[in-house]
Nanobody
Framework: QVQLMESGGGSVQAGGSLKLSCVIS????????VGWSRQAPGKEREGVAV???????GYADSVKGRFTISTTNVNYTVYLKMVNHKPEDSAMYSC??????????????????????WGQGTRVTVSS
């Protein structure tokens, strides 16, 4: 049974930092690519960050330079380190996995439209 379990969300002031974690099943970690997306109320889901099959990272323009995605095979976890938060970062953040695309830009599209399974999400609220 595939499992994706996010944690680390919360409330933070603008300029603050959070680090999200997502524990994934070992078979998913080995066979698929993983990433993070977010959805704010009334808005479409946005691909935030992915790690592609060659280790290439992809980021939405809105988070470049502020968010960093990483993974570890020690405990099969994907992280999203977020610094210098802005109020527009407020959303429900979810990790998911998808069939790798090699190209990070394609991966960012796939994380929103082609994911095979999602975690329950963790909410991030940024106050100004």
């Amino acid at each position: 049974q595939v499992q994706l379990m996010e944690s680390g969300g919360g409330s933070v002031q603008a300029g603050g930092s959070l680090k999200l974690s997502c524990v994934i099943s070992p078979d998913v970690y080995a066979l698929y690519c993983v990433g993070w997306s977010r959805q704010a109320p009334g808005k479409e889901r946005e691909g935030v960050a992915v790690i592609e099959s060659l280790g290439n990272e992809g980021y939405a323009d809105s988070v470049k330079g502020r968010f960093t995605i990483s993974t570890t095979n020690v405990n099969y976890t994907v992280y999203l380190k977020m610094v210098n938060h802005k109020p527009e970062d407020s959303a429900m953040y979810s990790c998911s996995y998808y069939s790798c695309r090699a190209d990070p830009k394609l991966g960012l599209a796939a994380i929103t439209s082609g994911s095979h399974a999602w975690g329950q999400g963790t909410r991030v609220t940024v106050s100004s």
